[in-house]
């Protein structure tokens, strides 16, 4: 008999998968609980210093804390006035398309497409500058990039090709970590996936698409950042939009911050939930809000309400500021709030080991509720996920519509993340995954740090990969880009709608796989755009380098 069990004991294997987890989730607790200690010590020895300046005890000067959110008075006055010449020759075409409506682009019987502003600046604004964005690429998203050259005969109204192939290092792609270029050890899995399991899923992760990676990878994004389990979605905009309706009803108050991604919006709208939303990182106007709606409770019939959610980013898209979650986290337990936290550009790119700001804060991860994230950034393919409790997880898979409706993630797209949560958490056998988070951090600081240099106005946080640099007048976003192109320099410029309208902005996205060489080309023609352009806002930082 004893023969017998010993022989049983032997036969049972455990699963090579589930011991990879265990040893991910082991390997995701101590980063976390050594995050938290090293954090701690720079917060206790930054409140000696903070004390030893305040008594006069230490000699060194506190280093001003410059803010690049504050627009001057004659920058405001220039954008304006630039606006209203628009404006006026714009509303001048108008009155001539009313008087001569056969001029008119819409056919009868059908109807615009948009309507009263946003028709306008349509067509009397964005063709102005339209041959700056929708550039195709016939290339890797990677350190360098192959734009397709265009030109235009009729105002940027069609476009056609050059047959030109323009090599530009690449600052607009978010490949963070340089997993969009080739990894061998990464290649071939994803060939091997597609072999096997085909490119598309052609059906709903509920139905017949949750394939062998996709179930895999839900697993990996759950051990590694220490929740119980996660979904993934084949897009990651759909992950917020389709995958918050599901999570407030009538009952749920969420507040959310005020430059919070369109999907987070989009998704919050669209749900039953009610919404409050806080100053952009203000949390002592955020404690108000939940104050006067313990308070006040829900309107007319002034119940309780079940919940009350707090939204916001770990990176924020257009600001490459990072959310201060010590303070967050304090304010979740005092009034017995929810976390929710959209990691879209934090996971892979913060923390010592890639774990996003919960690792780079320094905060236990149990006390974020919900994690989401995506795949588009740090990983190098597509798609996104939540993560969360069991219960949390296993509601939003039969109430979701990214999970009841919507195509599964693409079996090759999900062999890609997990090769590159493999490299990340060293399954590889290498330390590449740390030398590319240590590239990325240390590229990032070199490139804002050398643009500050410059005089010019630069929002975020040093290691931060997302860097904005601040150009503010309409007619300074094409000039730039224009500029940045003809110097090989491949550069995403923003203004309104995706930002407000004095607050156009070029944002650069930094990657691990960006050598000195490239960056400092990107430097030197930056320095020589911005004088001929004039967008140094910040003349006083210049002098940091003559010194």
């Known amino acids: 008999a004893r023969a017998t069990s010993n022989a049983r004991a032997s036969s049972v294997r455990v699963d090579p998968f589930v011991e990879r987890c265990d040893r991910i989730i082991t390997q995701s607790r101590e980063a976390f609980e050594t995050a938290r200690l090293h954090r701690d010590q720079e917060e206790s020895a930054a409140r000696v210093i903070a004390t030893d300046y305040a008594s006069g005890k230490s000699a060194e000067k506190k280093k001003p804390k410059i803010d690049n959110h504050s627009i001057p ?7 304006y006035f630039g606006y209203t010449i628009l404006l006026f020759f714009g509303y001048m075409r108008e009155t001539f398309r009313k008087l001569f409506p056969k001029f008119t682009n819409t056919e009868v019987g059908y109807a615009r497409l948009v309507r009263d502003f946003d028709d306008f600046y349509q067509r009397r604004f964005y063709p102005r500058i339209r041959d700056c964005w929708n550039r195709p690429i016939n290339s890797r998203p990677s350190r360098i990039i192959g734009l397709m050259e265009r030109q235009s005969a009729d105002y940027n109204k069609t476009f056609t090709f050059t047959g030109r192939t323009i090599p530009c290092v690449n600052m607009g792609s978010y490949n963070y970590l340089g997993f969009a270029d080739e990894i061998p050890y990464i290649r071939d899995q994803v060939i091997e996936s597609i072999d096997r399991f085909g490119v598309g899923s052609c059906a709903a992760a509920e139905e017949f698409g949750r394939s062998v ?16 389990d996660s979904v993934v979605c084949g897009m990651g905009f759909a992950t917020n939009f389709a995958g918050l309706p599901a999570l407030f009803d009538k009952n749920t108050l969420v507040f959310s911050d005020q430059l919070n991604h369109a999907s987070l919006v989009a998704g919050i709208r669209i749900s039953a939930g009610k919404v409050q939303v806080f100053p952009h990182n203000r949390f002592s106007a955020l404690e108000r809000m939940i104050e006067e709606a313990i308070v006040n409770g829900q309107p007319r019939t002034h119940l309780p309400w ?22 967050l986290i304090q304010i979740k337990k005092k009034y017995r709030c929810q976390l929710y936290i959209d990691e879209a550009h934090s996971i892979g790119a ?4 890639g774990r996003g700001v919960v690792e780079y804060s320094g905060v236990d991860p149990d006390d974020v509720d919900i ?30 519509t990214m999970c009841m409706y919507g195509d599964s993630m693409s079996p090759g797209c999900c062999q890609q993340a997990l090769g590159t949560f493999e490299v990340l958490t060293g399954e590889d ?56 192109l003809a110097r090989n320099v491949a ?37 020589e755009v911005s004088e001929e352009v004039g967008i140094v806002f910040r003349p006083q930082n210049i002098k940091r380098l003559e010194h």
């Open 429 to 484: 056998g290498t330390d590449l995954g740390k030398q590319r988070i240590k590239s990325l951090h240390d590229n990032a600081a070199f490139f804002r740090n050398a643009l500050i240099d410059m005089g010019l106005a630069v929002l975020g946080e040093d290691v931060s990969p997302v860097v904005p640099v601040m150009l503010y007048q309409l007619a300074k976003m094409p000039a730039f880009s224009r500029a940045m």
């Open 491 to 527: 550069v995403v410029v923003v203004g309104y709608p995706a930002t407000p309208l004095l607050e156009g902005r070029c944002r650069f996205c930094l990657s691990a796989s960006h050598t000195r060489e490239d960056l400092q080309h990107v430097i030197d023609a930056i320095r």
């Open 306 to 327: 079940q919940r009350m959610v707090i939204i916001v980013e770990g990176i924020y898209s257009m600001e490459g500021e990072i959310v201060e979650l010590r303070r």
């Open 213 to 228: 990676p996709l179930y895999q990878l839900e697993k990996i994004v759950a051990a590694y950042l220490c929740k119980d």
């Open 73 to 79: 008075l004659k920058i405001q006055f220039l954008t």
């Open 371 to 400: 994690f989401m994230g995506t795949f588009t950034k740090s990983f190098g393919s597509i798609g996104g996920y939540i993560a969360g409790s069991k219960d949390v997880i296993e509601f939003i898979r039969h109430s979701s």
């Open 350 to 353: 913060l923390g010592p080991t």
